[in-house]
């Protein structure tokens, strides 16, 4: 079997489509300035966001304007936070910019600590953080008797 050459070394970028690409700029500007990303560049009609590693664009939608979770396609994006402190002060930044928070700061898989939101077309977005627990375990010297 011939090996690929070709190798991925992460994801660099994705792009949206919105129906109400003003409102969506506005929501999209605010996250990411509380997420730490810097504009990347503005075309007008094309808008992204980079923290360095990773860019987020969005444009205007040219077909249907409306998405579904559950549809064919994007199912959520999550961001990987620093802490599960990250978490929690990302989920009362969400609150106070009154996103609609589909499911709440919790754990939700073993040593997996996420928030859940939409955006203003409904596009279903995450906060997270795993290991962190488990890191601090190893971390901790163990107590010999």
């Known amino acids: 079997m011939a090996r690929n050459k070709s190798r991925v070394v992460g ?3 994705i792009s ?9 700029k506005a929501f999209y500007a605010g996250l990411f300035a509380f997420l730490g990303f810097e504009l990347s560049d503005d075309y007008g009609t094309t808008i992204g966001w980079t923290n360095g590693r990773t860019r987020y664009w969005i444009a205007p939608a040219e077909g249907r304007k409306t ?4 549809d064919v396609g994007f199912h959520h994006y999550a961001f990987e936070l620093r802490s599960r402190k990250d978490v929690d002060a990302l989920q009362a930044f969400l609150e106070k910019e009154r996103a609609r928070i589909v499911d709440p700061a919790a754990e939700y898989y073993d040593d997996y600590y996420a928030v859940f939101f939409l955006d203003p077309d409904g596009l279903k977005l995450e906060g997270m953080k795993y ?5 601090r375990r190893k971390r901790k010297p163990s107590k010999k008797s």
Do not use: P
């Open 11 to 13: 994801i660099d970028h």
């Open 16 to 24: 949206i489509r919105v129906s109400d690409y003003e409102k969506s």
């Open 67 to 70: 998405h579904r979770i559950g």
């Open 131 to 135: 290991g962190e627990l488990t890191a």
